[in-house]
């Protein structure tokens, strides 16, 4: 069974670094490309950050890039991220999430861990 | 970016109905479109891929249909446990994109 279980949430003050784990078991991690996805209270859905299966491509949302970095550890079947320069507005739960054996869509999600920014 | 535009924002319809949302790509995704639902306080689940591909475990009663820049999803006998919110994605290109979700109420 897919398992895919974030950490690392918590309340930061604007302007501040926080790093998001999302710890995956009961599939071949390494062999998955990998998503980050945010929802801010009450709000939608936002796809923020993926990554290949060996870290060599990533692709960002405009409005993360440069500020959020996603990366792996295929050894420690983790995902990473790195979060800094972080707004009000980047207040959200935040998911991982694993593409289907197919590729493209998110075929297995985390419980989420919550990112509250605010001072 | 692509822009995913859902329509309705909301909608209501009673156990046994049928219910369609559509989701409308600002260019041509082909056939690179998802469906997922969300209930509340839970993550998304991914029910459609590939426009039309229905996942493992998904109830027949919902099929999605469309090509290029038109998408539907479509729920039929609507049951009680089919009321939530339902987001398209589109991966055909970076950054994928989600639209802003169509939540399904009780009436």
């Known amino acids: 069974e897919v398992q895919l279980v974030e950490s690392g949430g918590g309340l930061v003050q604007p302007g501040g670094s926080l790093r998001l784990s999302c710890a995956a078991s009961?599939?071949?991690?390494?062999?998955?490309?990998m998503t980050w996805v945010r929802q801010a209270p009450g709000k939608g859905l936002e796809w923020l950050a993926k990554i290949n299966q060996d870290g060599s491509q990533k692709h960002y949302v405009g409005s993360v890039k440069g500020r959020f970095t996603i990366s792996r550890d295929n050894a420690k079947k983790s995902l990473y991220l790195q979060m800094s320069s972080l707004r009000v507005d980047d207040t959200a739960i935040y998911y991982c999430?694993?593409?289907?054996?197919?590729?493209?869509?998110?075929?297995?999600w985390g419980q989420g861990t919550l990112v509250t920014v605010s001072s | 970016d692509i822009q995913m535009t859902q329509s309705p924002s909301a909608v209501s319809a009673s156990v046994g109905d049928r219910v369609t949302i559509t989701c409308r790509a600002s260019q041509d995704i082909s056939s690179l479109l998802g469906w997922y639902q969300q209930k509340p306080g839970k993550a998304p689940k991914l029910l459609i891929s590939?426009?039309?591909t229905l996942q493992s475990g998904v109830p027949s009663r919902f099929s999605g249909s469309g090509f290029g820049t038109d998408f539907t999803l479509t729920i039929n006998n609507l049951q009680p446990e089919d009321f939530a919110t339902y987001y398209c994605?589109?991966?055909?290109?970076?950054?994928?994109?989600f639209g802003q979700g169509t939540k399904l109420e009780i009436k």
């Open positions: 590939t426009a039309s």
């Open positions: 999430a694993r593409d289907l054996s197919s590729g493209w869509f998110l075929g297995g």
């Open positions: 994605e589109q991966a055909n290109s970076f950054p994928y994109t």
């Open positions: 009961g599939f071949t991690f390494s062999t998955y490309w």
